[in-house]
């Protein structure tokens, strides 16, 4: 990059306060990479960060968004191999500490340091150009299509709950929400041979999930012939009441791994629940290394494909619109600005 080049962002500086602006492009320093964003999604959080509804302790404004981005590498920084400069990549958002074992093992809660989120808290991807660390870089075939690969983040969100769920060839497993997070669940499940259903609120997305992969669908507030008979169940629709609901389609014994985030007021799991139905609950909260590389790899290999679930695409300077879009519910799935 010359000396002085500038470039376009888009800055929350506040809740509700929203601007396209001009940025100085910094080349990258040492240990670092300078990518130029091609592709960039908008997720619930990222309208958490507009609206204010996202807690406190993970967003400090002013912030550019955008934490689902693709792009390629333009330049790189002390330290970093040359070869890199024109490789199409993606990148992990949460930091951790210098060769933090856990960040590979799994176990985010044992990263040792504060939070800190690209497009959170850090610069994201709502912008022409994104610095990062080296080492947070996952590198994408020659020719990948970086549309698609712009879902490869919330699709390493679900790939941990897949790894926590701990399927095999012709496990029977249940994917409760048919939206973006679930729709990805779906494939990368099939792709290891389990056999699943996906559980949604109406049928509108029965056609698009069995795309994904599922081959039974059925509507959440008609699942009660299905509780009890699943090996395990991934939760990926973060409303009140949704735990509840996949603890009992669970068989015993059976492992439930938790994605979304309801209201804090909701009434959901009971200690006598859980008890009795002897499931084994599990989290996920972001996507620590080792869920990136499953996912990179499926992505590499063809069995995560998440240009499937795209159904909108703005310029960067439209973001204001994109948000509004999906904050009125209109049948938007995964919308994607394009610096």
């Known amino acids: 990059m010359a000396a002085g080049s500038t470039g376009r962002a888009v800055r929350v500086d506040a809740p509700g306060k929203l601007e396209l602006v001009e940025v100085e492009v910094a080349p990258p320093g040492p240990g670092e990479v300078l990518v130029r964003v091609a592709w960039c999604g908008i997720c619930g959080s990222d309208r958490e960060?507009?609206?204010?509804t996202r807690p406190a302790e993970f967003v400090r404004y002013p912030v550019v968004p955008g934490h689902e981005w693709s792009g390629t590498v333009e330049a790189v920084g002390e330290g970093v191999p040359a070869e890199l400069v024109g490789r199409g990549c993606v990148?992990?958002?949460i930091r951790t500490a210098d060769h933090a074992p856990a960040s590979v093992a799994g176990d985010t809660a044992a990263w040792p340091q504060e939070y800190e989120e690209t497009g959170f808290t850090l610069p994201g991807g709502w912008a022409d150009h994104l610095v990062l660390p080296a080492r947070y870089l996952?590198?994408?075939?020659?020719?990948?299509d970086l549309r698609s690969a712009a879902g490869i983040e919330p699709a390493a969100c679900v790939a941990?709950?897949?790894l926590l769920a701990d399927v095999t060839v012709g496990s029977k497993v249940a994917v409760i929400g048919a939206g973006a997070l679930g729709l990805l669940a779906t494939q990368l499940l099939r792709g290891a041979g389990c056999e699943v259903t996906v559980v949604h609120r109406t049928r509108e997305r029965e056609e698009l999930a069995r795309t994904c992969g599922a081959r039974h669908y059925a509507?959440?507030?008609?699942?009660?012939?299905?509780?009890?008979?699943?090996?395990?169940v991934v939760e990926a629709?973060?409303?009140?009441?949704?735990?509840?609901?996949?603890?009992?389609?669970?068989?015993?014994?059976?492992?439930v791994v938790l994605?979304?985030?309801?209201?804090?007021?909701?009434?959901?799991?009971?200690?006598?629940?859980?008890?009795?139905?002897?499931?084994?609950v599990l989290t996920v909260f972001g996507a620590p290394t080792r869920a990136w590389a499953y996912a990179v790899r499926a992505f590499s290999t063809g069995i995560l494909d998440p240009s499937v679930i795209v159904t909108h695409e703005f310029d960067l300077a439209d973001a204001a619109e994109a948000l509004d879009l999906l904050g009125r519910r209109s049948g938007a799935l995964k919308v994607l600005l394009k610096p």
């Open 259 to 280: 994605t979304g985030i309801p209201g804090e007021d909701s009434d959901d799991l009971s200690s006598l629940e859980l008890v009795s139905r002897q499931v084994h």
């Open 237 to 255: 629709a973060g409303v009140p009441g949704i735990a509840r609901l996949a603890t009992r389609l669970g068989r015993p014994g059976a492992r």
């Open 160 to 162: 941990e709950a897949v």
């Open 91 to 93: 990148g992990q958002g």
């Open 219 to 232: 509507v959440s507030d008609e699942a009660e012939p299905l509780f009890g008979t699943f090996d395990a």
């Open 138 to 144: 996952h590198l994408l075939p020659e020719g990948a």
């Open 49 to 52: 960060v507009f609206a204010g």
